[in-house]
């Protein structure tokens, strides 16, 4: 069984950086591609990234700011979020699924089969 861990939230300023980690265990991490979401209080979780093997994807909201590796390796993914605004106070989620040529499906949450507990990030102004 799957099971993927988050670290690294917090309490930071705006303008602020921060690196939220996603731990994987129980199946072939390489076989999965990678999700990134976060959910504000009173709203639907939202789309962050995914990163499968050689390529990340982002939203329109946080592109240019956000980035999504991987460490294949250590079976680890991780979102590091610079210029950190108030807007992108949310709990965020890493979440595993099987890779599709499709972006679209990819951004939805209902794609993925494994989800962590996820971690809360507070951005204040």
Not at 35 to 60: C, L, M
């Amino acid at each position: 069984q799957v099971h993927l861990v988050e670290s690294g939230g917090g309490l930071v300023q705006a303008g602020d950086s921060l690196r939220l980690s996603c731990q994987f265990s129980g199946g072939n991490f390489n076989s999965y591609t990678l999700g990134w979401f976060r959910q504000a209080p009173g709203k639907e979780r939202e789309f962050v990234g995914t990163i499968n093997w050689s390529a990340a994807h982002y939203a329109d909201s946080v592109k240019g700011r956000f980035a999504i590796a991987r460490d294949n390796d250590k079976k680890t993914t991780y979102l590091r979020m610079n210029d950190l605004k108030p807007e992108d106070t949310a709990l965020y989620f890493c979440a595993a699924g099987i890779w599709v040529p499709d972006s679209e499906a990819l951004g939805r949450a209902s794609h993925y089969d494994y989800w962590g507990q996820g971690t809360q990030v507070t951005v204040s102004s």
